[in-house]
């Protein structure tokens, strides 16, 4: 199947996962949404399970990609972590999809999923991590172990975003800009 009708399919799971659940999805309404037969969806996709693996790190990988494709340009180490902060929190805002999958309290999505969550954020972490060790050689961070302090930076990231308790109310600006000057106030060379 070509790579487009994938994501077609992928991408009208989702809205459906969203707007019914998970549970109450079925692989026909899936192939009916995407205009294939139920064999065809089979053909790609083993199971409504392995189609929301791959789901997920679809959309993890997106916005990965879209994230560091707008921080690449940018030189200075400390205004890359503040936009990569920003960038990936209103992209979790605007995505209940990823954040119902990683806020999973009830631990529904894990035995799907199993490894996919915590390999994406372990993918933030390491971009953390690496730009903290760029501001470092550049001067603009304070000393520090990078992988520790990239940990936790995430930490309080995940609870700032998807790990709070209160998914549906999102921080507003003003939050957002009180976040950011903690983590800076605490890495930023003096």
């Known amino acids: 199947m070509e790579s487009e009708k994938r ?6 799971a989702k809205k459906r996962f969203e707007r019914v659940g998970f549970n109450k999805t079925t692989v026909d309404e899936i192939a009916n949404d995407a205009g294939v037969s139920k064999r065809t969806l ?5 199971s409504k399970e392995k189609i929301l693996q791959e789901l997920f790190m679809f959309e993890a990988m997106a916005v990965r990609k879209a994230i560091l494709n707008q921080i ?6 400390s205004e890359k972590l503040q936009t990569y902060l920003r960038l990936a929190k209103k992209y979790l805002d605007q995505n209940p999809f ?15 999923l199993k490894d996919k969550p915590q390999v994406v954020e372990e993918g933030i972490e390491e971009i953390m991590a690496s730009i903290l060790k ?15 302090v990239g940990h936790c930076i995430f930490l309080l990231f995940k ?15 003003n939050q957002t800009i009180e976040f950011l000057n903690f983590i800076m106030n605490g890495i930023v060379a003096k």
């Open 98 to 112: 990823i954040v119902n999958v990683l806020n999973d309290g009830s631990g529904f999505f894990a035995p799907f």
């Open 7 to 12: 994501g077609q399919i992928l991408n009208l």
């Open 159 to 173: 609870g700032f975003t998807y790990g709070k308790s209160e998914v549906s109310k999102p921080f507003g600006q």
């Open 72 to 77: 690449k340009k940018i030189t200075d180490p």
């Open 42 to 46: 089979y053909q790609e996709f083993e």
């Open 134 to 148: 760029e501001g470092m050689e550049k001067g603009v961070f304070r000393k520090m172990e990078e992988r520790v």
